[in-house]
């Protein structure tokens, strides 16, 4: 019955041998071309990206460099110093108007008492004055007494007292100064000084007379005391 049929049976088995291998070839190509044809593959939107954004990168580390050389350069450049300026003033060449250096401080110093200047102060040594002047005169009085009181001693003791009131002077350094015109010029803290003086002359007369007034109070002050003593 095997040999009956055996012819059908390897007819059939060539069959789907041969349409297994038609099947295989069409889908998969190991090695060059599919049937169709090569074709260039196209470039990817990726690659594109990549491309610009290289390129864009590229753009700003060229200009970042172009500024750090510019700021480099800038930074090396040598500024101009007031000091050459000075120098220039020295030689007579005339600064650029955007530097304020017009005059140069003259070694020069001036010093002053303050308390020179203070009526208050003024006041207080004419009361000195009187005191002194009492001394003189308690001194006088005592030369006439048999015996002098003891209450008249104690003010004369009091009003010998010597009060110092001066201190160290203020002294203003570099007080002129030389301009490029060839003029001098007080600087700004002598000016002020001269200033304060002026006013000080101008009412010195009238403060004279206030001077007097204290003179003569602290006198008779000093006097009614003296009165008293020789009372007892």
Not at 28 to 50: H, I, K, M, Q, T
Not at 151 to 168: I, K
């Amino acid at each position: 019955m095997f040999y009956k049929h055996w012819k059908k049976i390897a007819l059939t088995l060539t069959t789907l041998f041969w349409a297994s291998c038609s099947e295989t070839n069409e889908d998969a190509v190991l090695y060059g071309c599919p049937p169709d044809g090569c074709y260039d593959e196209p470039e990817s939107s990726d690659s594109n990206n990549d491309e610009s954004s290289s390129s864009e990168t590229s753009g700003v580390l060229s200009s970042s460099s172009e500024k750090n050389v510019s700021s480099s350069s800038e930074a090396a450049k040598p500024e101009s110093s007031s000091s050459e300026f000075v120098a220039g003033l020295l030689y007579g060449v005339e600064p650029p108007d955007s530097i304020d250096v017009k005059c140069l401080p003259m070694d020069s110093s001036v010093s002053y008492f303050p308390n020179d200047y203070s009526a208050d102060n003024a006041k207080f040594w004419k009361e000195e004055a009187a005191k002194h002047d009492a001394v003189a005169k308690i001194d006088s009085v005592k030369e006439t007494l048999a015996e002098t009181p003891m209450c008249l001693e104690h003010l004369r003791m009091e009003l010998d007292q010597f009060v110092a009131l001066y201190g160290a002077p203020t002294i203003i350094r570099n007080a002129v100064e030389k301009c490029i015109d060839g003029s001098i010029r007080p600087s700004e803290e002598y000016a002020q000084f001269l200033k304060m003086k002026e006013e000080w002359e101008a009412n010195k007369s009238a403060l004279e007379e206030e001077l007097k007034k204290v003179y003569e109070d602290k006198m008779k002050e000093i006097q009614e005391r003296i009165n008293k003593c020789l009372e007892k």
